[in-house]
């Protein structure tokens, strides 16, 4: 009772004084209903076991100073793009190209009332039902509470990637931003997401798969090493569907990023990814929840994590199989590199099936650098910090592999290589 | 070119001495083969000469053309001209092949000031070196070594050594797990490389190689110590009565 008490106390310090926007207004209400029931997450919630949201529940932003990455080319520089860029949480139009792609459709949540929209259907939805069987509370709070973000529906096969980029100017700056993307039969898009939001950043992302439409999406968190941020992408997948999202983490006090994807159409493809780097106090978790509830639909989940000097890794993935769901094929890898002792990896892998005839398999390992392998680099004339790179990169290797698009992964892993270089010692 | 006296060396996590004060002179050009019982020391000589750790030398010495071995990383042997084709050579997941080769090559040329290999010169001078020893396109792509067969480990060792052209060649048993064709393939390698500022130090336990590679010199280990030294003759010997009256002679 009393730790009940405690988390809508929480919830009631989080937002006080706040006004959810007007658009949309069945839709936060609906949200902070569901809210005045869960409150915000405790530490000693299951779900939040080896991360503490404390940080995250706080009612303001801990201060997070401006990071320079000027020592490096911005990230998909070099991809023909639509930039879209949002500065401590506001759409910037003026730094952005216009909101005009052929076959894709795109709107400001701050400028959508909801009832003449096709988002005003949309908004939330996936958010409200990846609440159940686990609560998300922090994505409850973002769809009542959310300003600004992009509404997306793709019509057509998208004629380059739509790329959000955030930047953070102000050092308290607390950051919500809610997507809605939806993805019409046959259709197909690549989203881009880079920057820094904020010194607090809450994102939720919701796409729906239309009958055989494809998603991308890539993104990349980091460098900074003051944010706190919790995302939330919700997918949920129709028949022949292809979803693919990958991430790359680089540092950071908190990063809890959760996906929940929803397969409901037969002979569908889920991919999430993940490629983790942490030099210091940096605590990354990823949270993924696969539902398979049709025949003949294949999952994976890989995820990759480089820790060092104190850096913490946290992996909870699920897969759950529905009765009905034969020939499913789910596949779930985790796997921390520990560059010493002082880091650490925790993984909860599970596996909840109800059909008879599926295929699933799932790993997690942690371990040091294959010394052997180093010896035999060296050996061969590879001075000992560039084997040492070698050998992450190779690690790293199986979830940059889940990228499809060639150049995209290329970026990521110069990024990675760039990281390495910095951090070798 | 090398040169190893009385080199006693131990474990290093445990009191085991393992060489017991190896002598050993390669001059520039030569090709030497040691044969020796299983568990005489022959790998680890082979490992300490590379730098591997784990090692703890207690006496003695080893310079490569003067220069002391002994002190230097791993990877400055090799740019120093040092090669050790590795008796089990080591699977690489994630790092592939021709990159291995590249990231090696360029690193011993800019530690010893040369100009790095342009990708277009490499990938000529692989290709041809590979075609010699009839190694595919499909293995070059691979990660190092990752479901190569044992044979095919051992060619790409080869591979390795025609590609980087060190001065002192030390072939770990490379001949062990190759068919006879590929036991020439190899062969022929090793020869077309024999040059008047080239040695090798040929590890191995049958004749056979040494039919194709003749050896200047041939060495008998046991115990962690060289115990007879002798021509083409000895490995002969050896093939016929095996070590038995070898090791009582030394005792
Ligand atoms: N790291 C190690 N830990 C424990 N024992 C070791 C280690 N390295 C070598 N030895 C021991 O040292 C001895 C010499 O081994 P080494 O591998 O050098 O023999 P070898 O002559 O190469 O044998 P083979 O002909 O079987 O290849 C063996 O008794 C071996 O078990
Ligand atoms: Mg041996």
Partial sequence: MGMIQSRQDQLAARIAGQVPPLGLADARADALDRLAVTGLPGK??????YTDPMILNEPAARKAAVFDASDETPIFGAIDRLKLVFVDGIFDASASDPLDLAGVQIDRLAECQGSDHWAGAFYGVLEKAGQTPVNRPFAGLNSAFAREGVLIRVTGKATKPVSLIYIHKSDSSDVMLHHCI???????MTLLESGLAGARFNAVLEVELCEGARFHHIRAQGRNHDRHEV??????????ALFKSFTLTANGALTRNEAVIDIRGD????????????????HHDDTVFVTHDALRCESRQVFKKVLKNGAVGVFQGKILV?????????????QAL??????????????EIYADDVKCS????????????????RSRGVPVSQAQALLVLAFLAESIAEIEDQAIAEDIRSRLEGWLARHDH | MLSINNLHVKLGDEDKQILNGVDLKIGAGEVH????????????LSYVLAGRDGYVVTDGSATLVGADLLAMAPEVRAAAGLFLAFQYPVEIPGVGNMTFLRTALNAQRKARGEPEVSAGDFLKLVRDKAKRLQIDADMLKRPVNVGFSGGEKKRNEILQMAVLEPKMCILDETDSGLDVDAMKLVAEGVNSLRNAGRSFLVITHYQRLLDHIAPDVVHIMATGRIIKTGGPDLALEVESNGYADLLSEAY
């Fill in chain 1, 267 to 282: 002979d569908a493809v889920a991919y999430v990814a993940g490629a983790a780097v942490g030099d210091g106090k940096f």
């Fill in chain 1, 322 to 334: 529905k009765s009905g769901a034969q020939k499913t094929d789910g596949y779930q890898i985790s």
């Fill in chain 1, 231 to 240: 995302t939330h992408l919700f997918a949920r997948l129709a028949a022949k």
């Fill in chain 1, 182 to 188: 939806k993805i019409e039969r046959g259709a197909e």
């Fill in chain 1, 44 to 49: 000693r919630d299951e779900y939040w076991r």
């Fill in chain 1, 338 to 351: 520990l560059l010493d002792g002082d880091s650490q990896f925790l993984a909860k892998p599970e596996l």
């Fill in chain 1, 362 to 377: 799932h790993g997690s390992t942690s371990g040091a650098i294959d010394e052997t392998a180093l010896f035999y680099l």
């Fill in chain 2, 33 to 44: 083969a040691i044969m020796g019982p299983n568990g005489s020391g022959k790998s680890t």
